[in-house]
């Protein structure tokens, strides 16, 4: 049986790891902390203002890729197939894609044709508006598209992206739990697999996400989670629950 | 002299294949052309991608006859994911396509309830003995990440099966020819084993 994911998702800016914090940057941690071998997969994102995906961002991914031997996920500011390439030759094995859809659709059913859908997640950001809709911000939250999470996951879906990572940013750094209500419905409506992101602040959220939503994974920001002695503790707790996870 | 010869015609990702292969101190040489390849080394082919982008990429190069050759002259193959996938006759991504032909069966389509990618760990359920899974125990968990499976097969070829919705085999081995639709670069201990298995083994 395939097992539900555990997924460490680290954030740096100009080469930097910090804790989101809806996107404020909290300097204190290294990559020293993660624990290589209890994750089932991480995601390393380049949150940098400018110079995306710069050399030291590089750096990170090929430091990781060859002291871990679990997928590695990059992204943050892909703009090109140039980014993509080089992001695979540094060792990535599925590239996240977010904002670059906003401007360049075809991006992600280029991505498709020459690595195959299962080579890309597409990230996407989401907002509760006072009227209880969602809207998808691009940007690092600074852009709202106006369109729905679900027009925005069929785009992304139609194009050719192999997994979905939905994530609500007003949770993001809230540790108050994950958007239950968002991640179920697109879990619901889409084929592919669907992974949370964005307010896991103890091991009850993520065993909340499990039980209540079809999702291949969760992720967590929490940089509190990412020592061995944590994660192996996560697992022995959804264990415990019945979930079904990788020992 | 390189114990492995890499298969390299410039798609994905090489560089966990290749730090897998460091911290197991198992020397290897990138194949980007036929003349790269050593002689008395064994054949690693990993691939991503789509099955005819591959395969043409191969057949380019001139790499797909030469790993046919290397097969007869009992030089050991290890095919990953897409790599495991074009070991077989033929496949019907995107229209129907050739693959190396060195084992009997047909690629498909995961059609299944299940959620298609299949990504993530998967346990490999034990059919028949092989040294490559020497050390390894029944039922281990093994990063998947694939959309196709092998549909049509020689039951006794299958070392593992794995099931996801569907029972699929997710290695094989016909001889001096093996395969695996996981990724063991990606597998943690259980995968480095295989690799070392593979290299020590088989």
Known sequence: MLKKRLIISLTFNDGILFRTKKFHPDYRYTKNFVDFWTADEIILLDVSKKNKLSKKFLEIVKYFSLNCFVPISAGGGIKSMKDVSLLFKTGTDKVIINSSTYKNPNLVKKISKSYGSQAIIHSIDCKKKPDGNYTVMVNNGHIDTNYSPIDWANIATENGCGELLINNIDNDGSLLGYDLDLICNITNRFDCPVLGLGGAGNWEHIYQLFKVTNVSGACTQNIYHFTNESLKSAKSYLKSKQILIRE | ?202
């Not at chain 2, 460091?22 to 691939?47: A, M, V």
């Not at chain 2, 039922?139 to 070829?157: A, I, M, R, V, W």
């Open chain 2, 1 to 202: 002299m390189a114990n492995i010869n890499i298969v390299d015609v410039g798609v994905g990702n090489l560089a966990s294949l290749c730090s897998a292969l460091e911290r197991l101190n198992i020397s290897f040489k990138l194949c980007k052309r036929t003349n790269d390849f050593q002689d008395n080394s064994k054949i690693i082919l990993p691939g991503v991608g789509a099955f005819g982008n591959f395969m043409k990429k191969l057949h380019e190069r001139k790499i797909d006859k030469l790993i046919i050759e290397k097969v007869d002259k009992k030089k050991s193959l290890l095919g990953i994911c897409l790599g495991f996938q074009i070991l077989f006759s033929d496949s019907t991504e995107y229209g129907n396509h050739k693959g190396l032909g060195l084992i009997k069966g047909r690629i498909k389509k995961i059609d299944s309830s299940k959620r298609v990618p299949h990504v993530g760990w998967n346990e490999c359920v034990f059919n028949k003995k092989s040294e490559i899974f020497y050390n390894v125990k029944n039922n281990s968990d093994f990063y998947f990440l694939h959309s196709y499976f092998l549909e049509t097969y020689n039951k006794e070829e299958v070392i593992t099966y794995t099931n996801y919705g569907l029972k699929f085999p997710s290695s094989i081995q016909k001889q001096n020819v093996f395969g695996v639709q996981f990724h063991p670069e990606k597998s943690q201990y259980n995968g480095l084993q295989i690799i070392k298995n593979f290299v020590e083994r088989c």
